[in-house]
């Protein structure tokens, strides 16, 4: 009977689409109905920002068949830009001669990694390459020693006369900018040394960068206040405080409705352009993309970094909307494993299937565990009334486990019966 139905559609029909976008209307609804507006609008715009890191995974693992495990030390510097360009300046950092000092340690800094390029380079002159990277390799802990004693007296000073060195006191949107940019930088660093790697070796591989990036964001007091968090942000809207909670959350809803339809629009653009082709040509034959005189490399880079720069971007608008920097709250099961089961769900290279795919994981992430809770306590008075049967005092935190076995059903479920996720790519073939 179903399939009878089926076949009364035009093949082009997007049914599959309507059917999708309706189950997350659904669900956003039900949210509102049961969990009030307030906290409805702020689920959805803090979905909305997973929605944008999963588009830059999406480019990096649906366009160009990276695995990338690491996409929460990108969420993570992009949350730390955001916090150091918007967080008011700190005046018992910029009153003393701490800055100074602190520039005169960044010149050694850049002069000790123009050092390590310049060694790295001396093969053109005809030194062996053997020779040149145990040079390289000599040349570089030398100048992480000299460094780091150089930083050292700076940074203690810092962390004992001014707790950090603050903010720069800017819209937190150019925080966004730039940390889409320097996550961009360091994947651009990073990808000329995993993307030699395929499948597996580059998941474990960006999966240990993320926890580097995490470990040096929660080590550097100086810079991130390292444990001690740093909170409030400032929004690049207005807050709270002046319009309440539903209208402001909703101007903030509006910013990344606006900027999930610009991505969109981009990334829809490139995916059909000849760029876009040459990427899946790569993927699914790099072989004979190369064979055909494509540069494999440098496209394969160019899909890391942009999605990177998408990562960081929404990394940033996510820590900026819940107004606090916490090193140690960028956690791999909520900003890797759950980015992932969100592109997986959409389908991966499908744009569309990744953002209705990002919204209705995480309306089931966050709504698992209140469900789970209220599953508990009937269960328990159920069974306290009928059989005498005392319930434990920590249910709440049984019920948070909640989200864990959710998501690993919903991924399980999906594998088995929608491999390619509810909105398969779609492979066309075009001219030009």
Not at 269 to 277: C, E, K, L, Q, V
């Amino acid at each position: 009977m179903l399939a009878n139905i089926l076949n009364k559609f035009p093949e082009n029909f997007p049914l599959r689409e309507l059917v999708v976008a309706g189950l997350v209307f659904l669900a956003v609804l039900l949210v509102l109905i049961s969990q009030g507006s307030a906290y409805g609008v702020r689920m959805l715009v803090e979905a909305s920002c997973y929605a944008i890191i999963a588009l830059g995974l999406t480019i990096q693992w649906g366009y160009g068949g990276q695995f990338n495990a690491g996409v929460m030390g990108f969420v993570a510097l992009g949350g730390f830009c955001a916090m150091l360009f918007s967080v008011p300046v700190n005046d018992a950092f910029w009153s003393t001669d701490l800055p100074g000092e602190l520039g005169r340690a960044f010149v050694w800094l850049i002069a000790g990694v123009l050092l390590v390029v310049a060694v790295s380079q001396l093969h053109r002159f005809g030194l062996s390459k053997r020779l040149r990277t145990v040079l390289t390799i000599i040349v570089a802990l030398i100048t992480w020693m000299v460094v780091k004693s150089v930083f050292a007296p700076v940074t203690s000073a810092i962390e004992n006369q001014a707790g950090f060195i603050g903010g720069l006191g800017l819209p937190a949107w150019i925080g966004w900018l730039v940390g889409g940019l320097l996550a961009g930088l360091v994947g651009y660093f990073i990808g000329h040394i995993c993307l030699g790697l395929r499948s597996d070796y580059l998941a474990i591989a960006t999966l240990g960068i993320a926890e580097i990036i995490k470990a040096f964001l929660k080590n550097e007091d100086w810079l991130t206040r390292g444990t001690a968090t740093v909170s409030p942000l400032p929004w690049p809207t207005p807050g709270p405080a002046e319009l309440g909670f539903v209208l402001s959350r909703s101007i903030y809803l509006a910013v990344t409705a606006v900027m999930i339809v610009a991505i969109f629009f981009l990334l829809q653009r490139a995916y059909h352009a000849p760029w876009g082709r040459m990427i899946r040509a790569i993927r699914d034959n790099e072989i004979a993309a190369q064979a055909m005189g494509k540069d494999v490399n440098k496209r394969r880079l160019e899909v890391f970094v942009f999605g990177c720069v998408l990562i960081g971007i929404g990394g940033g608008a996510l820590t900026t909307f819940n107004g606090i920097f916490d090193a140690q709250g960028y956690l791999p099961l909520n900003h890797t494993f759950l980015v992932l089961v969100m592109v997986i769900l959409g389908g991966p290279g499908n744009n569309l299937g990744t953002i209705l795919g990002a919204l209705l994981v995480y309306i089931i992430w966050v709504m698992s565990e209140p469900l789970a809770l209220y599953v508990m306590h009937l269960y328990a008075d159920v069974a306290g009334s009928l059989f005498g049967w005392e319930a434990p005092a920590n249910l709440s935190s049984r019920a948070l486990q909640a989200r864990v076995f959710v998501i690993g059903l919903l991924i399980t479920l999906v594998l088995r019966y929608a491999p390619k996720g509810l909105m398969p790519e779609k492979l066309t073939h075009e001219k030009g």
